[in-house]
């Protein structure tokens, strides 16, 4: 990885793009630090200091911890990410984006200003629920229409701010810029949450015991850390056979290739679905200041992942099995919207491909279909076992931090695929060089 960084420094227009990616992350934090207008500050955070065992703290981990200071960079590129994901769904509903979407160049910049329109739109509306919610609680100056406004353009704005920035780092940086926005928010809270195990783990401990548990934490990291790179490089190599053809004098084909069907087909994207499905509820129920009791109250407990694996309530652990079952059901639905087997199976047909032992068509089809449940399931399995150890540590141990298996899957998926870009334009410029002369 550091011989990739500084092989890519030494290119110039590799630096430049480096440079400018970073340059963008700056302002990023730098915008985080932001205080929205209208807001009383102290009041949100005595708020979020008193429910800090709710679901708020998933949602200010991916926001760098803008959500909880309530910066005009508060709700992050959240928008954006739920918006990309419902064009994906509308786009296996409605055929016409399905064409638009095959349209090429032009068809591809429809999709991405309809995307624009609808983060715009989404993050209007969560901006007016949070500003009434919070002036009702009074965590406004004045709640009257004129600090609603205000909270509300700021919001908003914010979110295209960060919107603009990451489509700019794709364009003229390195990597996927909303991916990378989304983790660079991430990785800052790392030393907060460093600081938090030192504080509960090892401060006040004699050099020995300390050390111990340094060595523990930082062993639990690594094997989460390999773990989680070994789950996004495996994949299923599916051979492929091309047939020969004649073509005037010669003859063409022939060769061999394979299908790579990655583990983790759906990346991240089930265990945000999941979790946040599970922790919405609690923090809108926060937000409003509602106390819940009897059954409704018993419900919020289990889908609380603080109180998961606790040794004194084992009940509320019911919520993690629901957990589970949520990752690998989104994993299974948001693989069958992205990967189509029956399109693979055709295209491999009209190239003259065949999968060895298979027929083409439909065969071909229902072989790609049969061998993605068993991969998806393993995917899925990995998914889990990766959520849920820092939640089970936290449980058993009481820890406090938000770095937990999600922000790492994050981080490490990130990671490899802007290395990946990075050495691809370093290999297009090597080749460039030879070819010229």
């Known amino acids: 990885m550091f011989q990739t960084l500084r092989d890519a420094l030494k290119i110039k227009d590799l630096r430049r793009r480096i440079g400018f990616t970073l340059f963008m992350l700056v302002i990023v934090r730098l915008g985080s630090l932001l205080p929205t207008p209208g807001i009383n500050g102290s009041e949100v955070a005595r708020y979020f200091k008193e429910n800090s065992n709710t679901g708020l703290n998933f949602f200010d981990s991916i926001t760098g911890g803008s959500f909880s200071s309530m910066s005009v960079f508060a709700l992050n590129i959240t928008p954006y990410i739920t918006s990309s994901i419902i064009m994906q769904l509308l786009t296996i509903a409605f055929p016409k984006l399905e064409e638009m979407q095959r349209d090429g160049e032009a068809g591809r910049k429809k999709m991405t200003q309809i995307t624009r329109y609808l983060t715009i739109a989404l993050a209007l509306g969560e901006s007016i629920a949070m500003a009434i919610a919070f002036g009702k609680s009074g965590y406004l100056l004045k709640f009257s229409p004129l600090y609603v406004i205000l909270v509300v353009a700021s919001l908003t704005a914010g979110s295209a701010v960060l919107m603009w920035i990451g489509e700019r780092i794709t364009e003229k940086g390195i990597g996927n810029g909303i991916s990378i926005v989304l983790t660079i928010n991430i990785i800052s809270r790392i030393p907060a949450d460093l600081q938090a195990l030192y504080t509960q783990y ?8 300390a050390t111990l548990a340094a060595i523990i934490i930082a062993v639990i990291i690594v094997l989460i850390v390999v773990f989680v790179v070994i789950l996004q490089s495996a994949e299923r190599r599916i051979p492929v056979q091309y047939s020969n053809k004649i073509q005037g004098r010669r003859q063409v084909g022939g060769n061999s290739s394979v299908i790579p069907m990655k583990v983790n087909t759906a990346g991240v994207i089930p265990v945000i679905f999941a979790q946040s499905l599970l922790q919405t509820p609690i923090m809108i129920v926060s937000m409003f200041n509602k106390n819940l009791t009897g059954v409704w109250a018993k419900i919020l407990n289990v889908m ?29 639905f948001y693989t069958e919207i992205t990967f189509n087997p029956l399109e693979i199976a055709e ?11 298979i027929r083409p068509g439909k065969p071909t089809s229902d072989y790609l279909a049969s061998i993605l449940k068993h991969v998806i399931f393993i995917g899925a399995v990995g998914l889990s076992i990766v959520a849920l150890l820092p939640i089970v540590f936290d449980g058993l141990l009481g820890t406090d931090v938000s770095f937990g298996g999600t922000s790492i899957i994050i981080i490490v998926g990130v990671i490899i695929e802007t290395l990946k870009q990075v050495e691809s334009q370093m290999m297009v410029r090597n080749y460039k060089g030879f070819l010229n002369d």
């Open 304 to 332: 609380n992942q603080k109180n998961w694996f606790d040794p004194t309530n084992w009940v509320n652990s019911i919520g993690a099995l629901v957990y589970v079952l949520l990752i690998i059901g989104f994993a299974y």
């Open 202 to 209: 090892m401060q006040g401990k004699t050099i020995p015991k």
């Open 347 to 357: 295209n491999l047909k009209r190239s003259g491909g065949f999968i060895p032992g």
